[in-house]
Nanobody, 120 residues
Framework: QVQLVESGGGLVQAGGSLRLSCAAS????????IGWYRQAPGKQRELVAY???????TYADSAKGRFTISRDNGKNTLYLQMNSLKPEDTAVYYC??????????????WGQGTQVTVSS
């Protein structure tokens, strides 16, 4: 199993910054991709960014140029640095990880989510 715990959400004014963290535990060596989704009220969950085991990064258009995804392998922690925040970034942010079981079955784990609220 891979367990994920997010932290770092909160209330910030438009134009401000926040850094989200996601601490991973368990079969972290089997993670192929780890990243962030978000879900705003009344909307579907959408991909924000992810990083592969080879450190390749992918961003949603809405995140490009403002958000930076990174990780500290020694701490098994993923980060999302969010700058120039907008009210439309308000959402619950979820960490996710795609990993493989001992029998090579692909699985996905989710964190519990952390609320980000951007005031105008």
């Amino acid at each position: 199993q891979v367990q994920l715990v997010e932290s770092g959400g909160g209330l910030v004014q438009a134009g401000g910054s926040l850094r989200l963290s996601c601490a991973a535990s368990g079969r972290t060596f089997s993670i192929d991709i780890i990243g962030w989704y978000r879900q705003a009220p009344g909307k579907q969950r959408e991909l924000v960014a992810y990083i592969s085991s080879r450190d390749s990064t992918t961003y949603a258009d809405s995140a490009k140029g403002r958000f930076t995804i990174s990780r500290d392998n020694g701490k098994n922690t993923l980060y999302l640095q969010m700058n120039s925040l907008k009210p439309e970034d308000t959402a619950v942010y979820y960490c996710f990880a795609d990993w493989r079981s001992g029998t090579n079955i692909p699985l996905r784990s989710w964190g519990q989510g952390t609320q980000v609220t951007v005031s105008s």
